[in-house]
């Protein structure tokens, strides 16, 4: 079994700067892409940042220039530098990573962490 744990989250003003950490534990044998969605009260989740295994970015358009999303391979920890924050960055923050088992070292499998929320307010 493997679990995410995000952390980071909270109340921030406008022109603020938060950064998030999700740590992934279990049976890992390796990871390949990370990512950092969001979700927003009454819209769908949609893709913030990912990586992937060998350091490769994309951005969704509304944040790039004000987000970097990087990652520690060694401690299985994604992370997401969101600085310049807006009132309309305010949503869940999820992570998800997939990951190659150490028991099924062919197969791949998606899995999510709880969410944290960022609220941008004055």
């Excluded at 679990?3 to 700067?17: A, F, M, T």
């Excluded at 060998?54 to 401690?75: E, L, M, Q």
């Excluded at 499998?109 to 709880?114: I, K, P, T």
């Amino acid at each position: 079994q493997v679990q995410l744990v995000e952390s980071g989250g909270g109340l921030v003003q406008p022109g603020g700067s938060l950064r998030l950490s999700c740590a992934a534990s279990g049976s890992i044998f390796k990871i390949n892409a990370m990512g950092w969605y969001r979700q927003a009260p009454g819209k769908q989740r949609e893709l913030v940042a990912a990586i992937t295994s060998s350091g490769s970015t994309n951005y969704a358009d509304s944040v790039k220039g004000r987000f970097t999303i990087s990652r520690d391979n060694a401690k299985n920890t994604v992370y997401l530098q969101m600085n310049s924050l807006k009132p309309e960055d305010t949503a869940v923050y999820y992570c998800n990573a997939n990951v190659v088992p150490i028991r099924v070292p062919l197969s791949e499998y998606l899995y999510w962490g709880q969410g944290t929320q960022v609220t941008v307010s004055a």
